[in-house]
């Protein structure tokens, strides 16, 4: 069967099984790596798109379930290859180590950040309960992410 996925804006198609994860058709059809399949179970949000302007879990998500939604990765964040404001912030704060938990980390920071320009740290910790580091601390990331609160209003995704 043939999917039809809209992915950063635009429609893709992939022949494929539709319980195929999402993560494994964005990684190997459409070559979008940013999505990370590190569990595959649902804890590390490392796979972690946006699906209809919410958080999803792409491990667990089957293709099939995503055709005719809107599908945003991270590398539709950065579409003229600019960083947005949390990568901007995150990479000032130096809180990156090896990367593998950052495109779900910068995802939902976006995510939450949109929702609430002024949020607390504790807000923004409890926003990244789903999201797993295994190399580095989590202060430098909600330091990272205060910082650049405010400056993501309205835009996508
Ligand atoms: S790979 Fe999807 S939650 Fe870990
Ligand atoms: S920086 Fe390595 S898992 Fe987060």
């Known amino acids: 069967m043939t999917l ?3 992915i950063n804006g635009r429609e893709s198609l992939a022949p494929d099984d539709p319980m195929t994860p999402l993560v494994d058709l964005l990684r190997e059809r459409f070559h979008l ?4 399949p590190v569990c595959r179970e649902g804890f590390c949000g490392a796979c972690l798109v946006m699906i209809d302007g ?4 792409s491990c667990l998500t089957p293709g099939g379930l995503a055709e005719g939604r809107d599908i945003r990765t991270i590398e539709g964040l950065s579409p003229a290859g600019r960083l947005n404001p949390v990568q901007n912030a995150l990479e000032a704060h130096d809180a990156v180590q090896c990367g593998m938990c950052f495109p779900g980390m910068v995802m939902t920071l976006t995510h939450a950040l949109r929702r609430n320009a002024a949020p607390s740290r504790e807000e923004l910790r409890h926003a990244l309960t789903g999201n797993t580091c295994r190399c580095t601390g989590y202060e430098r990331i909600l330091d ?11 835009g996508e995704p």
């Open 33 to 36: 790596t940013g999505a990370k």
């Open 4 to 6: 039809r996925l809209t």
């Open 144 to 154: 990272a992410a205060l910082s650049a609160a405010g400056a993501l209003q309205g």
């Open 54 to 57: 919410e958080p999803t879990l």
